[in-house]
Structure formats: C-alpha cells, structure tokens
C-alpha cells in the first residue's frame, strides 16, 4: 500500500477538530485507502476498533443505509457516549439527503466525521448552505510520480519509470497490473465509463452519450491549448454534431465536478487582470487521455504541461495561464501570496528553440521566481535568472 504522505498528514491534523473533513477526487484516485490508512494510524495510536464504524456506499452491503434516516439511526446506535467515535463513510452521494444525516452526526460532540465524495456537486447547494463553515474540503488526484515511483523497490532508470507514468497513467491500483497494456487499459476503461456514466451523464440528464463522449475526445486531444466554449461548440458543427454552447458549457462543468477535466483561467501580467475567454483544460491522468485517443495522437510537450499543471495543483498553488503582450506564459502559480512563473517545454537544446521558451519568461519585470522545465538531462542552470530545471528532478524534489 503506497503511503500518501501529505494526504495523510493533513487527515492527522485535522483529527478531533470540530469539522467535517471531506476529501474530494476523481474515482479510483485513493480516497478509500486514504481512510484506511488512517484508520491504522488511529489503532496505532489508542483508538479501539469499537470506536471506528466505516462504510462504503458502493458496497451492495449497505444498499439499505442509502436512506439517510435508516442512516442516522444505524450510526447512532453504534456511538459510544463516553469516548470520541470515528466515523468514516465513503462515496456519501449515493445516500438520498445525506447532509441531513451528516449535520445530525456533526453536531454531536463525540464525533469526529470523515466522508469522500467522487463528484464536486455534492459540496454545493444544500450541503455548502446546511455545513458552509463546518467542514474543510481536502482535494486527492492519483499518484504523483514521487508516489508513483515510492512503489518500485529498484528506484533506478527513472526515465523509463516516467515514461511508464506518463503512458498507463497514475491511478494507484495501475502499478499492480504490471505494466500489462490490455488489463490496464480495461481498468482504465472501466473508471472511464464510471465516471462518465455516474457522475456525468445520470447527474446532467444526458440523453445522447456521443455528443457527450466527442466533448471529451476535444478536450482530451487539446489538453494545453486554449479552448473557449464558442471554439468547442464552432468545432463539433463543424464535425457535423451541432452542438449549442450552453450545451458544451453544462457538459464542461459536469466533466469539471466529476473531477476529470481542471480548469486552468488566463491571467493578463501586464494588465493585472483575469480574463474570461481562452482558458485552458487539463484531464486528470494521461493514462485515461491514451486510453480513448491511443498512442499516435499524444502531444509529449502537452502531456508533461499537464503534468506539471497536476504536480502545482498537489502542492497546494492557484494556477492560472499568463499572457503577456502577444506572449504567453504556461503558468502563473500562486501561494501563500508569493507568485512564481512556469514554463513548460520538452525539450530547448536548439538555442532557437530555448530563444522562444525563454521570451516570455524574460517579458516579466517583476522578481518573482522563474522557472524553465523540461526533459533535457542537464544540469540546473540559469538563465538571466530563469531556472532551467529537468522535469523529473523537479517532481522528485522536496
């Protein structure tokens, strides 16, 4: 079992606060393990099994807890009045009102709450105005490579492990179908389907899957490009599937909820202004990306932006596309009020090439860090002040 360190870190720092923790994430990302983990932790560390009740809302076993008053009474009966229970329950939106059954739950002083959901949508509406300021929301994507590779005993040839991340994907249970192409893609497959079908189509009310499943194809197979709903919509007529704009704008935001398409907003550098057109959009594991539009259509300079995009995401930035005058920046990454620039290549050992990598970097006046990432095997260097850092050694930094 992969340790998830900084998961678990913050599941232990939040342990008997008077919240909610929520961890939020695409399907097969971890959150179940996550909590088994810390269920470890926690009987390694004075709790007594009669204290933990966990329950997984996928399992036909607890079909009949999915009333959320069958719910309560079910948990209430299993409190322990003079001790702290742990409650854990997961995939909580297959339960019918369900945050009546957690705020009931919440409000005991016994309590201590953890629960996962696989789509955003749950967190919004009637659950953010019943519990809005009674739960933190801790986000979980699959493996980062550092994880990834946490899972190989031999830590050597890292290149070919990183072309093995970047082929089959990092949904965690990958790397126990050792590296067989056909079961991984007909596990990929699966949690393709899943969540299109549950957390997609069921949610949205889609009644033509294939337009649906084109939208994903688009957005797949311009990962790093700027993608505006008009240009989407312009491009699926022109395909001959005429689709509305708010049509592509719902299908956007029910792909965005179930966690497999990030959003990344432009941001003008010069201007200091965030701009509403020509964002752009990452998928969440580039095993899925290859699964549904093969080998010949990968772009590798798009595919390590998207990585990147990810790994910023894990270590907790905003993240916006920067423009500057004509120029764009791939990444503006934000925290803790301190803003550092990224730019994403696969490779600049051609000067030209490195000319134009560079440029935009160099446009930025302010003394913010900048940073140049690709795959070549060099040294870290600088330039003009521009750290030139390789791909992997960035990754597997502290």
């Known amino acids: 079992m992969i340790e998830r360190k900084e998961y678990l870190d913050k599941l232990i720092g ?52 999915t009333d959320y008053k069958k719910l309560y009474k079910f948990l209430s009966d299993k409190l322990i009045e003079d001790k702290k229970n742990y409650i854990f329950l997961d995939e909580i939106q297959n339960v019918r009102e369900f945050q009546k059954a957690v705020d009931s739950l919440y409000i005991k002083k016994n ?36 994880e990834y590779l946490s ?11 990183f072309r093995m991340y970047l082929e089959n994907g990092s949904f965690p249970y990958i790397l126990q179908l050792d590296n067989d192409k056909k079961l991984i893609n007909d596990y990929l497959e699966g949690i393709y389907n899943t969540v299109i079908l549950k957390d997609v189509v069921t949610r949205k009310n889609i009644k033509d899957v294939t337009v649906l499943e084109s939208i994903v194809k688009f957005m797949f197979d311009n990962v790093g490009n700027n993608a505006s709903v008009k240009k989407i919509s312009d491009t699926m007529t022109s395909y001959g ?28 550098i010069s201007g200091k202004q965030y701009l509403k057109t020509a964002e752009k959009y990452y998928v969440v594991d580039l095993g899925l990306k290859q699964f549904l539009l093969g080998t010949k259509r990968q772009n590798l300079g798009h595919n390590l932006e998207n990585i990147v995009y990810l790994e910023l995401l894990r270590r907790g930035y905003e993240i916006y596309v920067g423009k500057i005058g004509v120029n764009e920046v791939d990444f503006i990454a934000i925290k803790n009020g301190i803003t550092e620039y990224y730019q994403v290549s696969q490779t600049v050992m051609a000067e030209e090439t490195l000319e134009r990598e560079l ?11 900048k940073f140049l990432i690709t795959t070549d095997e060099v040294p870290l260097t600088t330039h003009n002040g521009i750290k030139q850092i390789n791909i992997i050694d960035w990754l597997l930094e502290e």
């Open 241 to 268: 599937r005429k689709v509305s704009s708010p049509t592509v704008e719902s299908y956007l935001s029910g792909l965005i909820d179930s966690f497999i398409l990030y959003k990344a907003n432009r941001f003008d």
């Open 359 to 369: 440029k935009p970097l160099n446009s930025i006046k302010d003394h913010n860090q």
């Open 14 to 65: 939040f342990k008997d606060k008077q919240l909610i923790k929520v961890v939020t994430g695409i399907r097969r990302c971890g959150k179940s393990t996550l909590f088994e983990l810390f269920r470890n932790y926690l009987l390694k560390n004075g709790v007594t099994k009669e204290q933990i009740t966990s329950i997984n809302f996928e399992d036909a076993d607890f079909e009949e807890l």
């Open 151 to 161: 899972a190989f005993e031999d830590k050597t040839d890292l290149t070919r492990k």
């Open 111 to 146: 309590v201590d709450l953890y629960i996962t959901g696989s789509n955003a949508y749950f967190l919004s509406g009637e659950l953010a105005t019943l519990l809005s300021g009674r739960y933190v929301e801790i986000k979980m994507l699959p493996l980062s490579f550092k």
